[in-house]
Structures are given as structure tokens and as C-alpha cells.
């Protein structure tokens, strides 16, 4: 990964599609439902990113993950690393 990038995308693509965000109340599982009204090629490089990041977790569960995530839990591991790194990047 080069410096500016996340995930291979370039860190102020994902932080502008980010802006688009608007969050729901958490659920009784403390799940939030987050929502991105955009074109489609404002959000199309924080899509690839969660992508990849998915991807990786994936391999991970596949070769050694003590306890397989959820396609659910995945997506929420994914977006939450995703956010973790554009915040610290």
C-alpha cells in the first residue's frame, strides 16, 4: 500500500465519498445502518476498498480465523477497518 492510499484507493477519494454518509439509529444489536446518496462514481472508490478489505478477511477466515465471521459480521469488520484507517491516515 502506498502512502495516501487505503486499501489501494487514494485516502481523500475515500473521505469524500465518506462525507455522503448518514447514520441510522443503532439497532437492538447494535448494528447502525448507514446510508450514501452520491454518484455512483463518487462512491465507487470506497466500494473497491471495502472490497479488498473483505477480500483479505476472507483469506483470513479461510486459512486460520479461529471463529468464521458472518457475511454480515464481515461487511462490519471490513467498513469499521476501513474507517479506522482513513481516520488514522
Known sequence: ?????????????????????????????????????APIAELAPLFRALMRAEAQMLLSDADDHPTRRSHAGRTASAAATLWSRSLSG
Request: proline fraction near 3%.
Open 1 to 37: 500500500m502506498r502512502p495516501g492510499e487505503i486499501f489501494g484507493e487514494d485516502v481523500d477519494a475515500i473521505g469524500a465519498a465518506m462525507q455522503h454518509f448518514r447514520f441510522g439509529a443503532a439497532g437492538d444489536d447494535g448494528m447502525m445502518t448507514i446510508r450514501a446518496t
